[in-house]
């Protein structure tokens, strides 16, 4: 197993805290009696140090594609192949709902230590929530680069409990993992974090195209270690056409139509929901000229809370 620094446990300005392990990088928050916080918080501090042991002894079956049946005993782990079970048909690891996972996992940990009028648990931009009835929370959503490296906030949403919303997550060629595909960014929000960061992986594979703007390299060339393998990962985009942007957007819509099949019919929670994000590239200017956008709404009626996907279009000059 690789060695790591002990935990690193800090509190942090509003009554947030700070864990971090290795690659984990977690910011909480819980509201509720002063009582049930301190509660909720040692609770997670206490489960937080196990977690990254617990995932170095399975992470060669966590790098396992889900068509070759990772088998896996840790609680984050099934966690993480749960989530991405339903997508077997196309290439995923468990790997793709590790963020998710985890946020999970210690949000379930807080909430079983005490009871909480809401709580998020923000493992790196994916997020586990919770929400007592007559309460919300209201979550930025932010994916416009503009040509930055920090994005622009793009709106926000209000969750409430009968929401039926647990996890929200991001993904997308410019984010810290590898992306077979070109948006900036896809949010999903989900019942659960870890369905989300699986979701949100691939719907961000998918929205795609070829084209010469587009420079890919295999995976195993960036990261000998990666899950993806030879898989060609996107490295840099130039600047695209409206058509290749619609086109891109259009792929990525097919795909989440057809994963709705690998629901079962009687599930009553609802598909994710997602908004993907890909910068219309312009040459003459990287301020924003205009902006537009296309909801296309879905709808099943094996899964009658469907939600609806928001693409949006936004004229920018791509500078990677």
């Not at 079956?61 to 068509?67: A, E, G, Y």
């Not at 609680?75 to 290439?91: E, I, K, N, S, Y």
Request: charged fraction near 15%; charge should be neutral; include cysteine.
């Amino acid at each position: 197993m690789p060695s790591f620094a002990p935990p690193v446990l800090q509190e942090l300005a509003g009554a947030r805290l700070h864990l971090s392990h290795g690659p984990i990088d977690v910011v909480l928050k819980a509201w509720g009696t002063p009582e049930a916080v301190r509660a909720a918080y040692a609770a997670a501090c206490q489960r937080f140090a196990g977690i990254l042991p617990e995932l170095c002894d399975e992470l060669a079956m966590l790098r396992t594609p889900m068509h070759e049946d990772p088998n896996v005993d840790g609680p984050v782990a099934r966690r993480m192949v749960d989530a991405c079970l339903p997508f077997a048909g196309v290439f995923v690891t468990p790997m793709a709902a590790v963020a998710g996972a985890v946020a999970d996992e210690l949000l379930t940990h807080m909430t079983a230590a005490a009871p909480l009028l809401r709580a998020f648990v923000n493992d790196g931009g994916d997020i586990a929530v919770m929400m007592a009835p007559g309460h919300r929370l209201d979550i930025g959503v932010a994916g416009e680069y503009a040509g930055a490296a920090i994005p622009c906030l793009n709106g926000a949403l209000r969750l409430e409990a009968a929401s039926g919303v647990g996890g929200i997550a991001t993904s997308g060629a410019r984010g810290r993992s590898f992306s077979l595909g070109i948006a900036d960014a896809v949010t999903t929000l989900a019942p659960t974090a870890a369905m989300a960061d699986a979701a949100a992986t691939l719907v961000a594979n998918a929205v795609n195209l070829d084209s010469p703007a587009v420079l890919r390299r295999p995976a195993c060339e960036l990261d000998p270690d990666s899950d993806l393998r030879s898989l060609p990962v996107t490295v840099s985009v130039g600047p695209l056409t409206p058509a290749e942007v619609d086109a891109a957007l259009a792929a990525g819509l097919v795909t989440i139509v057809g994963s709705m099949g690998a629901f079962s019919p009687s599930l009553e929670r609802p598909l994710p929901s997602s908004i993907a994000m890909i910068e219309r590239g312009r040459k003459c200017s990287a301020m924003p000229t205009s902006k537009s956008r296309a909801r296309l709404a879905l709808g099943s009626a094996r899964l009658p809370a469907m939600g609806a996907i928001l693409c949006q279009r936004l004229a920018r000059a791509r500078r990677w």
